[in-house]
């Protein structure tokens, strides 16, 4: 018996120090330690569980406080009471606890109290009104195995007697005088009866629990499966990469005989046509020093040998002169030859190089178009390659190609750096195209691809702050018509509020609910072609959709991870008949068309972290992403094909990036929620600028949510935290 009493100890030993438990503590995620071992392992009012991991928070910061175990604790006791019975029924005796010091024998355990009476103890304890409905059993009739103790009574705080009812409206035990006096009207019952019912609807809950546990443990096969996978296919994949870089190095190797050999043709392409002049001149010389020798040795002849020679030295100068006036003096060829990386890849193998022998080369550099209130100067600059000489002004010529025509610059420079600028007048805002010419020649590379754009490498322009008498709450969204209306959503207001082209309050949509035209925090928004205006329902989980006055057309999506449904959405671009609406739950774009049906997904919780911000730009789609604090270009068939930024307040570095948008030059526009700033980045994702950085003055942000290009240009952001609009105008 003795030795199956320690066998159940063993089960009762704390996991930390392994040792029987002392003082038993539940942590919050139902796993037990000794109040000492979890003591050691208080980090910050935090307990990391050794068994599962969970951070527990202790809310006093002291483990004290935590619940008591009182299944291990009674257990506890009733091992060592199966203890003291088993040393009695070993030794023939055992000692009454209350009366120890008299070494009077125990002939009874009253299993309420957890303790063992001599005779005498026990006719006290049998006549006592607080014990006499104890349970108790003679020690000649008790097996050690067979101890199991009560569990303690709760008693009242009030009328000091047993809890022995349980209050279901309430959800708390009371005692008899307290159901008479204060519960008599609730759903109650004995503590029993109500525990029996308890316990059903406990088995029922915990039905699904062995469901999940089978469930759990195949998951976690399938992970550990393909860690395993993973580690195999390391392995084969880097073989495959050696394999294709080995092959890729061949055709390198091809690649660069190619050159040498087409370097070399050009070589002696080169000195051939030059060797051909060389001997053309040459002869010419030659002749001409023939016909001046037979001129000298004719002035010491007599005069008749002039006479007789005259005519034909006079017949060949004339040939030699005619010879020579048509005679390219200059050189056909030049010494000009580079190897120049391309940077446009051919087919699936990129050209690493190309050759170039021309004599003249030149690269365009864009700096953007300055704006003013009156006049906007464009300036293109053309630099020679390598050490080539330098041209008169007057021998260059450029030619923007614009949309409204072809206009010539209003001045060319020449620096003593040997750069040439163009500077135009009152280039339209946009793409076009610039030809380049010297001598008449256009050079390589014309005409060059370039865009004008404005200037946003320095933005310290005043600014309007703007909030309709202060009517908006915490402004978000902001998004322009095709007819100069604007709109911004209003968080903490649970509505839309619709203003004109000056700024002028208009209308305001929607009251906070969950019916058509109700919101619960109204997020991003954005307007079609047709100027119908789309609102993203945050905690609704859907899309709302209204005409451009404001009147409720329909709704699409509602909670849930399956593909037409949304799970707190964000942002939301509309391009070309589809409506991109950030899945923010969910970890992607879903994709619907104008009347709400279901196209595609784009993105995955593989890729995307916390999707905020979108907008689309060339058939790509920018994301900004919260977790990665990055933006994401995909095509719009989902394929990831670039990234912008990285964790960090230095300029190109983004800090929790929330809403995007363009202007007509491509150029990206960013808020970010936590750096409080809006940064600007080219089309080839460099950053130009950051700007409104700080808490609440005059072009400062704080937390700035949403932003939008007005049609003239300004730049609306939407100040979460200041609770206002600020205007950045261009002037």
Known sequence: MVKETKKVTLHLTCSLCHEVYQKPKYLPCYHSYCEECLAKLLVESNVTCPKCKTVCTIPSGDVKSLPNNFFINRRLHEVALQNKVARAAREEEAKCDHCAGKENLAVVLCRDCGTLLCDYCYGYHK???????????????????????????????????????????????????????????????????????????????????????????????IVYDIIDEIETKTSTVEKEIDKYFEWLQQQLQQQKEELKRELHGASVQKKKELSLQQRQLEGIKVELESVKELNDTMKKGSGQDTLLMRKEVIDDMKRLNDCHKKMDTEPVELAAMEFVP?????????????????????????????EGKVTRMSKFTVAPKNDQRCFEVDQMHAQAHTMAGCINPTKINLHKNGLYSFLFTSLPVGEMSLSVTIKGKEVKGSPFSVVVGRNYTHIDWPTKMFNADGQIGQPWGIAFSRIGTWAVADDSNHCIWIFDSYDELITKIGTKGDNA???????????????????????????????????????????????????????????????????????????????????????????????YGVVCINDRLLIADWGHHSIFCFTLSGECVGKIGSQGADKGQLNR???????????????????????????????????????????????????????????????????????FSKY
């Open 127 to 221: 006549n006592s009104k607080e014990y006499q409905n104890h349970n108790v059993t003679s020690l000649d009739e008790l097996q050690p195995e067979g101890i199991s103790l009560k569990a303690s009574v709760a008693m009242c705080q009030e009328h000091d007697i047993e809890l022995n009812f349980y209050c279901e409206t309430c959800e708390q035990l009371v005692c008899h005088y307290c159901i008479t006096k204060t519960y008599h009207d609730h759903d109650h019952d004995a503590v029993k009866k109500m525990a029996e019912k308890h316990r059903k609807e406990l088995d029922k809950v915990m039905e699904p629990v062995q469901e999940m546990v089978d469930g759990l443990l195949a998951a976690c096969k």
């Open 342 to 370: 391309v940077r446009i890849y051919e087919e699936s193998l990129p050209r690493f190089g190309k050759i170039y022998t021309t004599d003249f080369e030149v690269s365009v550099v864009k700096t953007y178009a300055l």
């Open 517 to 611: 035209s109700q919101f619960q925090r109204p997020l991003g928004i954005a307007f079609d072609s047709s100027n119908n205006l789309y609102v993203v329902d945050h905690y609704n989980h859907r899309v709302q959709k209204f005409d451009i006055n404001g009147c409720f057309l329909l709704q699409f999506g509602n909670e849930g991870s399956t593909n037409e449904k949304l799970y707190y959405p964000i942002g939301i671009a509309v391009h070309k008949g589809r409506v991109y609406v950030t899945d923010h739950g969910n970890s992607r774009v879903s994709v619907f068309d104008y009347d709400g049906l279901f196209c595609d997904i784009i993105g995955s919780p593989q890729q995307l972290q916390h999707p």
């Open 657 to 727: 990036p929330s809403s995007l948008t363009t202007d007509t030059c491509g150029f990206i526009f960013v808020t970010e929620d936590y750096n409080s700033r809006v940064s600007v980045f080219d089309r080839d994702g460099g950053c130009l600028h950051c700007f409104g950085a700080g808490r609440s003055k005059n072009d400062q942000l704080l937390n700035p949510k949403g932003i939008a290009i007005s049609p003239c240009g300004a730049i609306y952001v939407s100040d979460y935290n200041n609770r206002r609009i600020q205007i």
